[in-house]
C-alpha cells in the first residue's frame, strides 16, 4: 500500500529468463554466508541443546534434560516475567507518545520535516550510545535529572533513580521510548498517509467530529500499519539486553534479567553452554511464534480492509 | 465583516503558535539528551563530576575528557578505528554479496530459486541472540576467533535479508531492454552488472549501505561476546570498560565524550543520506 517507487514488475512474464544454474553462482556467495552463519548455527543450537556442554571438556548428551531444568528454573522464569511485564510497559508507552506524534507530523505544514528529523534522530544512533547517555543523566551525582529536581524543590534531598526497581525501570522506559517513539512515528506515518483524502473529507461533510473520523475512519483503516509497529515493537523488546546490562547492570537485586541477559549469563558467564543453547531455542520459538502470528496478523488485516 | 476576518486571523495565528509550540517542546525533548551530554564533554576535568546545570562548561572549553577517554583500552583511536574497519568492511562485503546475489534472483532461473530466497528472508524471524554461542564456536574452528573479520561476516549475513530484498526489487525495477541493448553490444554478465546496472540501481545501493554502516557502527551485544582481546574492542564494548570506571570512580566526562565519538558520525551519515534511509524504512516496513 505504501510501496513508495519500489515495485514488484510483471516484468517478468515479457521476457524469458535465462535458466540453468548461472543464477547459482550469483546467489552463491550469500548463500554460504547464510548457511554458515545462520543455518549451521541454528542446528548446533538444537544439537547443543541435548548436551551439557562445558567450557572445556567434552559435551555429554543428556537428552532433554537441558528442557527439563529450564521448566523449573525460577530465575529463568522470573526473567520471561521481567520480559514480558516489559515489553508490554514500553510498547504501550511508545504507541502512547508515537500516535499523537503521527498526526502531529502528518499535515505539510512549515517546519515538519524539521520535527520529523530531530524526533527520528534517536532512532539512528546505538541503543548502546542512548543508554550510556541516559545512564548518566539519571546519576545520583553527577546527572541531571536527580540534582534538577533537588534544584527545583520538587524533591527532598537527590533521589537515585537507578538505585530502586521502580524508578529505574521508569528511567529505562523513558529512554527507550526516547529512543524508539521516532521509528514507529514514521511506520504509523505511513499508513496515515495512505488514507485518502477524499474519505476524511467525504465524512467531515457528512457531519462527523474529529474524535469520530478517528475512531471510525482513522483507526480502521490503520489496522495493519499498527499491527506491523506493534509486531516491530513486541520482537524488538523481547530481545532487549543494552539497556539492561549498561544501565542496571540487571539489578536492583538482580530484578531486570531480560531473557536475552540470562541467555547471556548462563552462556557466557557461567559457562553453561548446553543449558544457554535450550534457554536460546525457548527463544527462538517465542519469536517464531510471533513472527507467524505476524504473518496471521497482517493477512488479516488484508481480507478487511 | 472586518471583525470576523480578524477574529478567522487570529485564530489562526492561535492555531500557528499552538502547532510550534508543541513541534518546539517536542523537538526539545528529543534534541536535549544530546546537546547536553555534547556539551558536557567539552567540560574540564575539575567539572566532570558536576551535575550538568548547565552542562556547557563553565571556565573554558576542555578537551580533557576525551584525553581520558583516550587512556582507556589501546586508545581512542585504535577503537574508533575497529569500528571504522568492521562498519565500513560490513558495508562493502554487504554490497557485494547483496547485489550479486540480487542480480541473480531478479534476472536468472535456477532450481530451488523461491525456496533459496524465502530462506534468506526467513532468517529475519529468528533472532541472532539466539545463536551466538555456536557463532563464536564456528568461528573459532575457522580460526576467526575474536578477530574483527569474524565479526564482520556475522554482521554481513544479519545485514542480508533486507539487502537482498532491497537489490532484488531494485534490479527488478531496471527495464529489461536496456539490458537487451548493453547486450546486443557486446557487454556480458559481471562487465554489464558493473559498467551498465550498477549506475541504475545506486539508490538501492546507497539504502543498503546506510543500514549496513549503522548497524555494525551500532551493534554491541555480538560484538561483546565475539571480541575477546581489549585492542580488537569496538566502541560501545570499549564503553563498557570506561562506564565501569576505575577503581570504583567513573569518569562521567569520559564517558560522554566516548557517546559523543560513537554518536556523531551516525547524526552525520544520517542526515546527509535521510533520503535513502527513509526509503529503506519504508521499504521495510511494507515487506
Known sequence: MTMSGIAFPSLHHRKRKRSGWRGLLYIAPAMALVTVFFVLPVLFTVWMSLHKWPLLGKPAWIGFGNYVRMVSDARFMAALGFTAHYTIIVTIAIFALAFPLAMFVEKPRPLVSAYRTIIFLPVVVGLASASLLWVWL???????????????????????????????????????????????????????????????????????????????????????????????????????????????????????????????????????????????????????????????????????? | MR??????????????????????????????????????????????????????????????????????????????????????????????VSVLAGYGFSRYRFPLKNALFVLIIATLMIPFQSILTPLFIILARLGLNNSLFGLMLVYVTLQLPFSVFMMRNAFDAVPKEIEEAARIDGARDLRLLVRVLLPLVMPGIATVSIFAFLNAWNEFFAALVLLSSNDNYTLPVLMTAVRAGRLGAINWGAVQAGVAVMVVPCLIVFLLLQRYYMRGLMAGAVK
Not at chain 2, 575539575?46 to 577517554?69: K, M, N, T, V
Open chain 2, 3 to 96: 471583525t470576523r476576518r480578524e477574529i478567522r486571523a487570529r485564530k489562526a495565528l492561535r492555531d500557528r503558535v499552538a502547532f510550534h509550540g508543541v513541534g518546539i517542546g517536542t523537538a526539545f525533548f528529543f534534541l536535549a539528551p544530546f546537546g547536553i551530554g555534547f556539551l558536557a564533554s567539552f567540560r574540564p576535568n575539575s567539572e566532570s563530576g558536576l551535575p550538568p546545570l548547565p552542562p556547557w562548561p563553565l571556565s573554558g572549553i576542555s578537551f580533557d575528557a576525551y584525553r581520558i577517554l583516550d587512556g582507556f583500552g589501546s586508545g581512542v583511536w585504535q577503537h574508533t578505528m575497529n569500528s571504522l574497519v568492521v562498519s565500513l568492511g560490513t558495508v562493502v562485503l554487504t554490497v557485494a
Open chain 1, 138 to 305: 539519571a546519576n545520583v551525582d553527577s546527572g541531571l535529572f536527580a540534582p534538577l529536581m533537588q534544584r527545583l524543590g520538587l524533591t527532598n534531598g537527590r533521589i537515585n533513580l537507578l538505585a530502586d526497581f521502580d524508578t529505574a525501570f521508569l528511567t529505562i522506559i523513558v529512554m527507550v521510548v526516547w529512543k524508539i517513539a521516532g521509528f514507529t512515528m514514521i511506520i504509523l506515518l505511513t499508513g496515515l498517509q495512505a488514507i485518502p483524502a477524499e474519505l476524511t473529507e467525504a465524512a467531515r461533510i457528512d457531519g462527523a467530529r474529529r474524535w469520530q473520523r478517528f475512531r471510525y475512519l482513522t483507526l480502521p483503516l490503520m489496522r495493519r500499519t499498527m499491527a506491523l509497529a506493534l509486531i516491530l515493537s513486541v520482537t524488538g523488546s523481547i530481545l532487549a539486553f543494552d539497556q539492561f546490562y549498561i544501565m542496571t547492570s540487571g539489578g536492583p537485586q538482580n530484578r531486570m534479567i531480560s531473557v536475552v541477559y540470562y541467555i547471556f549469563n548462563q552462556s557466557f558467564v557461567s559457562f553453561n553452554l548446553g543449558y544457554g543453547a535450550a534457554l536460546s531455542i525457548a527463544l527462538l520459538a517465542i519469536l517464531v511464534t510471533i513472527s507467524i502470528f505476524q504473518l496471521w496478523l497482517l493477512n488479516v488485516g488484508d481480507e478487511r480492509p
